[in-house]
């Protein structure tokens, strides 16, 4: 089964039928998917021997009508666009320098079921020795994280225990302000660990309503919460996660 239909059958199974029932235009899901990959090939740019890369942040642009009916899934169905790139990149060998997103913006000029696609390449998160290297020109994340929002305290050194330096103020923040952060080591990744026990596609925090769960996806060495294996555990404020030798605390103040 091919990229396409794998991302179509996920989708028939979140909304009833196809975008032309759900928005009553003539604008289908395949047509964007296909539009994404068409983007990918077009701007794909050997950067090194054996290294192509490609855009990993798009904007797909609707028209209004078809923009105020895709809000209420506009998260959900984003999600599967980025993982279809994901897909389609590991298919044909390409390389992204940070995590797949896809983002859904209006446009008072396109007509119902027509739309457009803009990509950037944008570089993300990478977390090496405990420390948190933000892209250039971006502001230190979670310096002044806001009160109830969750968020990820890296431990420098693997330290977890209350009242250790790291726990004194060295540990650094990454918020969660995204419905899935996906964590691993490779370069799609919102949260890329430079770890060698951590594999590409390590785990993914999955913020739903108003919790937040861990799941492993079938890494090598295993997800730990609390010093257990789990394969998908709940998190609350105070909960330390380890994957390899990486050690971090999820916080929900």
């Known amino acids: 089964m091919g990229v396409l239909q794998r991302f179509e059958r996920r989708l028939e199974g979140m909304i009833e039928g ?9 604008l289908e899901p ?27 942040d798009f904007i797909v642009e609707l028209s209004a009508g078809d923009s105020e009916q895709m809000d209420a899934m506009a998260d959900s169905i984003g ?10 990149a590991t298919e044909q060998g390409y390389s992204f320098v940070g995590p797949v997103r896809v983002h859904f913006s209006s446009d008072a000029e396109l007509q119902t079921g027509r739309f457009r696609i803009r990509s950037g390449v944008v570089r993300g998160s990478t977390v090496e020795s405990g420390e948190i290297r933000q892209p250039v020109g971006e502001p230190p994340r979670g ?26 103020g060295m540990q650094q923040s990454y918020e969660l302000n995204t ?12 949260l890329r660990l ?4 951590v594999s590409r596609h ?6 739903e309503d108003d919790d937040a769960v861990l799941v492993d996806l079938g890494s090598t060495n295993g997800t730990f919460v609390n010093g257990q294996q789990v394969r998908r555990a709940g998190l609350v404020d105070g909960t330390r996660i380890s994957l390899g030798r990486t050690t971090m605390t999820f916080r929900r103040d």
């Open 18 to 26: 196809t975008f032309a029932r759900a928005f009553k235009s003539k």
């Open 30 to 56: 395949v047509e964007i998917a296909s539009a994404v990959q068409r983007e990918m090939d077009e701007r794909a740019a050997i950067v090194a021997q054996g290294r192509t890369l490609v855009p990993n």
């Open 79 to 88: 999600q599967e666009l980025a993982k279809l790139a994901r897909d389609y």
């Open 143 to 168: 310096s002044a994280p806001s009160p109830g929002r969750p968020r990820l305290l890296i431990s420098p050194g693997g330290a977890t225990q209350e009242g250790s330096a790291a726990s004194q």
């Open 179 to 190: 419905p899935v952060t996906l964590l691993g080591r490779g370069t799609d990744c919102d």
């Open 194 to 197: 430079v770890d060698n026990g």
């Open 202 to 207: 390590h785990a993914e925090i999955r913020i």
